[in-house]
């Protein structure tokens, strides 16, 4: 297939192009780690926990060892031959690659069958044995709180986020981490008000479930370490790897081709531990595919619980905010308490409130891990604030677009945490939306058996900035142009943007460009694809590169 390289004056940024992947996807020859077979590889299969807390007494593997056709049955001891403190995490060093004296959760990984055969495999899996003394579980968020039921006796910090650098090593308690803000006197606020509402609102655990599961690949040498994975953070991957191994990061590669899917699950480390230790163990390239079930004891989204309190003025205006919320956090913390924290500090809502108290907690439960799900903790709040928000003009017989008006945050005005306010245009989006959904108008809600019902919400997110994204742009010899840079394209289109941005310096064709995705070894570093913030900050890194590149 012959591609154009000749110059263009057209604007790319903005011009209606065909994903750039799109012929691949459709003819089924776009590249997926699902696809990948390696010579010699050997499948894994993970035997899991049947209870949701206790210590771990016996582990028979030897009908498994015995079953015609498997290469060999891995647990925690041997892990420990290869890495002696097997642990890992974004904010705590609280998760074994197998299971170390106790599982905490139904389905926690405990041994790993290998085999050339998948089915084999799995049919071993089924003649493993383990025996428990079972301890008591803590499942709710809020009473993790109080509970004598403690998930984890010791927490390490891991030190990977600056701002989670203040974190201390803890004993015997299931909070790991307390997030609290304080503006002006709410209490007194709450005396002064003409009204005071409360409510509780619950959120559940909520499934990724991306199309492509989770799955990773490793081969290994003596000295290296190739990691194949659908992960949507290479660069964080190869950086725990290479401590885990005590090696330097050059010797480990992470690839990453095309993610079926992501929202969140596939960020920091997943299988991608557990298929190295097992490649270096067997010195052979080892694959884990997880079922769509299997994703199920692997990453949730939190389920929460929120209660709000808002004191309110006769004129309709919110004096004061006090919000608790607990985080359920299951039983290893991944990324949860930057969710607690980032999160926690838009629970006010996007309302211009003079006093505030916000906590929020990270809790440990004995449930599968939570992490990140589209939004970071922010729908859970966005929800049940402004679900309190309707209750609270219902009360005061106030038009719920109007009771919103008065309380908006505004242009130059304070968030809660004191940082102001702008380029935000909320009170010119509400007015907006007001405008297309004819709220002044009468609405049919119908009869009988069809109803229907209309409302209105206003959010925001807590934003990561600055962070780093690195990009390389290449023009060769005979003027074509190759784009380097490790943002993985999850379904969202990014390989097309960068080669519309990269296209737009150089004037060329987007579809002239080619985009090499995540290798550690050949693109360079960055930190994460996640919270809607590669098109900026990825996009920013290749413009600079490609107007180095012209000049």
Request: proline residues 5%; aromatic residues 8%.
């Amino acid at each position: 297939m012959k591609r154009a390289t000749q110059s263009t004056e057209t604007p790319q940024v903005g011009r209606s192009v065909p994903r750039l992947e799109s012929w691949l996807k459709v003819t089924g020859r776009a590249e997926y780690v699902h696809n990948l077979r390696l010579p010699g590889m050997l499948y894994g299969k993970i035997f899991r926990s049947t209870v949701a807390h206790g210590r771990i007494k016996r582990i028979d593997v030897a009908a498994a060892q015995a079953l015609a056709g498997v290469y060999r049955v891995v647990t925690s001891r041997e892990v420990r031959e290869v890495i002696p403190d097997p642990y890992y995490g974004p904010a705590f060093h609280d998760q074994p690659i197998l299971a170390i004296d106790k599982v905490r959760y139904v389905g926690e990984p405990v041994a790993v069958v290998l085999a050339s055969d998948p089915h084999v495999a799995e049919e071993a899996v089924h003649l493993i044995t383990a025996e428990y003394e079972e301890l008591p579980a803590v499942y709710d968020e809020v009473e993790a709180m109080t509970s004598k039921a403690i998930v984890h006796e010791v927490l390490r910090p891991a030190g990977t986020f600056p701002d989670l650098k203040h974190l201390k090593d803890r004993k015997n308690t299931n909070v790991a981490l307390e997030f609290r803000l304080r503006r002006g006197n709410a209490e007194k606020a709450f005396r002064d008000a003409h009204r005071v509402f409360e409510h509780r609102f619950s959120t559940q655990q909520v499934m990724h479930t991306p199309l492509e599961p989770l799955v990773s690949v490793a081969e290994s040498t003596e000295s290296s370490l190739t990691i194949h994975t659908a992960s949507q953070s290479p660069s964080f991957v190869r950086i725990e790897i290479a401590r885990l191994l005590g090696w330097p990061e050059n010797k480990v590669r992470v690839r990453v081709p095309f993610l079926g899917g992501g929202f969140g699950a596939k960020l920091y480390i997943k299988l991608e531990a557990l298929v190295s230790v097992l490649s270096l163990l067997a010195r052979r390239p080892v694959k884990i595919s997880l079922t769509m079930e299997e994703q199920f004891f692997t990453i949730t989204k939190h389920a929460s619980t929120f209660r709000i309190k808002s004191g309110v003025s006769k004129e309709g205006r919110i004096l004061a905010r006090e919000c608790e919320v607990w985080w359920n956090g299951g039983a290893y913390a991944d990324i949860g308490p930057r969710v607690t924290q980032k999160s926690g500090f838009t629970a006010p809502g996007p309302y211009d409130i003079e006093h505030v108290a916000v906590d929020s907690y990270a809790l440990y439960t004995n449930l599968p891990p939570a992490g990140a799900l589209r939004g970071f903790g922010i729908p859970q709040l966005v929800w049940a604030y402004e679900g309190h928000t309707d209750l609270m003009a219902r009360e005061l017989g106030i038009d719920p677009i109007e009771f919103r008006r008065r309380n908006l945050l505004r242009e130059g005005r304070p968030q809660a945490t004191g940082t102001v306010m702008k380029d935000a245009a909320l009170e010119k989006v509400l007015e907006r939306i007001s405008v297309l959904m004819e709220w002044g108008k009468p609405f049919d809600r119908g009869a009988g058996t069809i109803r229907k019902g209309r409302g209105i919400a206003i959010g925001f997110k807590a934003c990561v900035s600055p962070t780093t994204s690195l990009a390389a742009v290449n023009v060769n010899a005979d003027g074509s142009c190759i784009v380097y840079c490790s943002t993985a394209d999850m379904g969202q289109g990014s390989d097309t943007a960068m080669a519309q941005i990269a296209g737009e310096v150089l004037h060329m064709a987007a579809e002239s460009i080619t985009v090499v995705h995540s290798d550690t070894d050949v693109t360079p570093y960055d930190m994460a694809t996640l919270g809607s913030r590669s098109l900026f900050h990825m996009g920013n890194a290749v413009k600079l590169a490609a107007e180095d590149a012209l000049s």
